[in-house]
């Protein structure tokens, strides 16, 4: 599958979502003063169009991570079959 969940995590509670959500799922997962974390769904090959927009935004990104394959396997651990739907067709 092509599509992959990353966790980005960026300073100064910058909400992302305004930036990207025209073309991408945006999830605010955290958000403080000090720093925001969001999962995005997008093509693999994205991720590199998506990091350069970040920055030439101004938002200084801390971290960013492929969480595709955590996220599968901890919900597939999960009895709850609804979940398991949601996660599979994420």
Known sequence: DNLRIYNVIVVNGVDISELLSNRYEVFCRSKD?????????????????????????????????????????FMLEEDDDEVLYKIRNY
Request: net charge negative.
């Open 33 to 73: 003063n000090k720093e925001s974390t969001f999962r995005i769904k997008l093509p693999r090959e994205d991720i590199a169009k998506v990091l350069k927009l970040l920055i030439e935004h101004g938002v200084q990104i801390v971290e960013y991570s492929d969480i595709t394959h955590d996220i599968k396997d």
